[in-house]
């Protein structure tokens, strides 16, 4: 269990100020940082047409998957193997209007 804001910042014991974090991610905010994890793995679902990356789904090209990241097998790869890790169909693409 991860507090949101740190009990060193202020942060209470409050069910609002608690989420559910895996050791890694947890060991890896520490005290410092208070950022809020929780709508995150919502955000995976919001897809934009068109989308280059969604489009990859089902090609093949799709190595590894999980709720955090994308691993791509590179198109064009400089060494045997190379491949490209993305957050999964992120809804915000660079190639989109802001």
């Known amino acids: 269990m991860d507090h949101i ?7 209470s014991d409050d ?3 608690l989420q559910a974090l895996c ?6 905010k520490r005290d410092t940082d208070s950022t809020d994890f ?8 919001l897809r934009e047409a ?10 093949g090209r799709v190595l590894l998957e999980n ?3 994308l691993c791509i097998a590179d198109a064009y790869p400089v060494t ?6 993305i957050p999964p169909c992120d809804p915000i693409h660079p190639e989109s209007p802001a």
Do not use: D, I, M, T
């Open 5 to 11: 804001v740190p009990k060193n910042q202020g942060g």
């Open 15 to 17: 069910l609002s100020n």
């Open 23 to 28: 050791f890694r991610c947890n060991a890896g």
């Open 38 to 45: 929780r709508g995150l793995q919502a955000s995976y679902a």
């Open 50 to 59: 068109g989308c280059v990356f969604c489009a990859l789904e089902g090609s």
């Open 67 to 69: 709720e955090l990241a």
């Open 80 to 85: 045997p193997g190379h491949s490209l890790v």
